[in-house]
């Protein structure tokens, strides 16, 4: 009965900058990978903790009724499990539509950048970028929560929206390092919809695939790989501790700059790629979807002796592809870089989002 009455004082409190640490702490976390997310359920109810990842006494908190049970006590956020939504980012899109909730997207960013045949059949509103929004197109959408990605310190319509009796929520998936850290944002959209029995299983199914994959990859057999492109004078690559660089250490990829630190991206000069080239077997995410593409932007690339060999890889043949499933579903980015490392021996057919760039 403690236990009860400590979970049901915390949840009390929807949303607070600044949290006593002991009772943030002291709630059981569901989530296993996310470093940004915790969501903690009671019998009663379920309280949706997300950290600002620039601000970490900042903390977003969102009190739910646990939607699966019929007993219910204090306030909440909402009474009733989420029906229409507003998705900014095509994250957001792609981790709905994974778990069938097509239904409740009423309003997109932009619907040129949809992948989902069925999403993009429905029309759901296109009410502009964050920062952005066009709140007229919100409202007329119907949405009852904004979910946006706080790319920049503040979104600058949320006061309007929240006046409104619309719900502004933040999502920094893009900020986690782990694979399965991403991918367990899933849960927040099942949670929030009352479809958490439905996210626990697809994570479930996720993380088990995950896990086959990386187990069945032979550590004697790897290829030096590069990743990046140049920009400006630069050449931009993820660093050592990245999201991008766990992928390929899962997949037992030797990337050539995983002994950096940082999450981010490192910039380096042309002259300094150049001078490693010949080590490299695999160059993934050049930007293009052919190599002349990739001279015409950047002549000096005609220098890198991988650019004459047939092991470019990249997404952008489909972009809005990638972009929208590869954030939930990293086990098959990961399927991908395992059958890259076949080489010659690949099966092309079997790529889920990469193809050789020409």
């Known amino acids: 009965m403690k236990l009860?009455?400590?979970?049901?004082?915390?949840?009390?409190v929807s949303c607070t900058n600044?949290?006593?640490?002991?009772?943030?702490?002291?709630?059981i976390n569901i989530c296993k990978y996310s470093k940004w997310l915790r969501i903690s359920e009671s019998p009663?109810?379920?309280?949706?903790?997300?950290?600002?990842?620039?601000?970490?006494?900042?903390?977003?908190?969102?009190?739910?009724?646990?939607?699966?049970?019929?007993?219910?006590?204090?306030?909440?956020?909402?009474?009733?499990?989420?029906?229409?939504?507003?998705?900014?980012?095509?994250?957001?899109?792609?981790?709905?539509?994974?778990?069938?909730?097509?239904?409740?997207?009423?309003?997109?960013?932009?619907?040129?950048?949809?992948?989902?045949?069925q999403l993009k059949r429905m029309s759901p509103l296109a009410v502009g970028e964050e920062q952005g929004i066009d709140v007229e197109k919100v409202v007329k959408s119907a949405a009852e929560v904004v979910i946006y990605s706080a790319f920049s310190s503040s979104f600058v319509k949320e006061k309007v929206l929240k006046k409104l009796g619309i719900q502004c929520i933040p999502n920094f998936d893009w900020r986690e390092i782990q694979p399965l850290g991403r991918a367990e944002w899933i849960l927040f959209y099942g949670y929030l919809t009352g479809q958490q029995k439905r996210a626990k299983l697809k994570f479930d199914e996720i993380c088990q695939n995950y896990e086959k994959i990386k187990n069945s990859f032979d550590s004697s057999d790897s290829l030096q790989t590069l990743s990046g492109n140049i920009t400006g004078d630069f050449w931009y690559a993820p660093a050592g501790e990245s999201y991008h660089a766990q992928l390929m250490r899962d997949a037992g990829l030797s990337y050539i700059f995983s002994n950096e630190k940082g999450t981010g991206s490192l910039a380096y000069s042309f002259e300094k790629i150049?001078?490693?080239?010949?080590?490299?077997?695999?160059?993934?995410?050049?930007?293009?979807?052919?190599?002349?593409?990739?001279?015409?932007?950047?002549?000096?690339?005609n220098m890198l002796p991988i650019l004459g060999q047939s092991s470019l890889f990249c997404y952008t043949h489909n972009s809005n592809k990638y972009w929208e499933r590869s954030a939930c579903r990293p086990d098959l980015v990961l399927a991908d870089y395992l059958e890259l490392k076949k080489g010659d021996n690949m099966d092309s057919k079997k790529l889920i989002f990469y193809k050789r760039v020409e």
Not at 4 to 12: D, E, F, R, S, T
Not at 20 to 26: T, V
Not at 71 to 77: D, F, H, K, L
Not at 285 to 295: H, Y
């Open 274 to 301: 150049l001078g490693i080239s010949s080590e490299i077997n695999l160059w993934l995410n050049p930007g293009f979807k052919a190599k002349q593409e990739i001279i015409q932007s950047h002549p000096k690339s």
């Open 44 to 117: 009663e109810a379920v309280l949706i903790q997300i950290q600002n990842p620039d601000d970490t006494t900042k903390r977003y908190r969102l009190r739910l009724p646990n939607f699966n049970s019929k007993v219910r006590s204090g306030t909440y956020a909402f009474d009733q499990p989420i029906q229409r939504l507003a998705c900014l980012s095509s994250t957001h899109i792609g981790m709905m539509t994974e778990l069938d909730l097509r239904e409740n997207i009423v309003a997109v960013s932009n619907l040129k950048y949809i992948y989902d045949s």
């Open 18 to 27: 600044s949290p006593n640490k002991k009772e943030y702490n002291s709630i």
């Open 4 to 12: 009860l009455y400590l979970v049901v004082l915390i949840l009390a």
